[in-house]
């Protein structure tokens, strides 16, 4: 028994040293890193599993080994930044009527949104956040914040940074509503003409 103890005091040291898992005075944990700056402090790749799904973290990638979310409908993201969204399915944005509270019909847009400024152009390297690659992206095709602001306010959005962001899908159901109006207006044209070409 004694020669297992013994055995068992001059193995700790030397697992200690293999496993590198390292707990400083201030209570931060490192593992494969000894001088830890975060509570949890990893240095390589890791698996999290729970009943079979498992999310794994490697080269700076974050996956699911199987099915996984985003937090739930009763504990959402409250905010996502990411420079690329690549999306297999179109995004779902929840809409039911019961989730609504004073609905009221749209007035006429058509004149606000003929004044909106569609423009190209390229991100700011110097301005965006260090390691976005911004290098890869080339033109592109949007609205000014500022400008949408003077026009829909309600659609435009401010981070805590003072970085100004469009509420651009919403932009979908004025649109539907020019083209509404535009359909009577040519449907009126039209009932005019016929009665024209009667005569």
Excluded: H
Excluded at 28 to 42: E, W
Excluded at 58 to 72: A, F, N, P, V
Excluded at 99 to 109: E, F
């Amino acid at each position: 028994m004694k020669r297992i103890l013994l055995c068992v005091v001059l193995l700790i040291p030397f697992l200690s040293a293999q496993a590198q898992i390292k707990v400083i005075s201030t209570g931060k944990v490192g593992i494969n890193n000894t001088s830890p700056t975060y509570q949890l402090d990893v240095s390589g790749n890791f698996r999290v599993s729970d009943s079979g799904s498992g999310l794994i973290y490697s080269y700076g990638e974050l996956y699911s080994t199987d099915y996984g979310s985003l937090g739930s409908y009763s504990y959402p993201w409250s905010e996502l930044y990411a420079q690329y969204a690549y999306l297999w399915y179109d995004p779902i944005i929840i809409s039911d009527e019961g989730l609504k509270i004073n609905i009221r019909d749209m007035q006429d847009m058509k004149s606000k949104f003929s004044l909106l400024r569609p423009v190209v152009y390229k991100l700011n390297r110097e301005v965006m956040k260090k390691g976005t690659k911004t290098e890869k992206i080339g033109d592109q095709y949007g609205l000014i914040a500022q400008d949408v602001e003077k026009l829909f306010p309600e659609l435009v959005t401010e981070n805590d940074k003072g970085l100004k962001g469009i509420r651009y899908t919403e932009l979908i159901p004025v649109m539907i509503k020019i083209v509404q109006a535009q359909q009577q207006e040519i449907d009126l044209l039209k009932t005019q003409v016929s009665k024209l070409q009667e005569k």
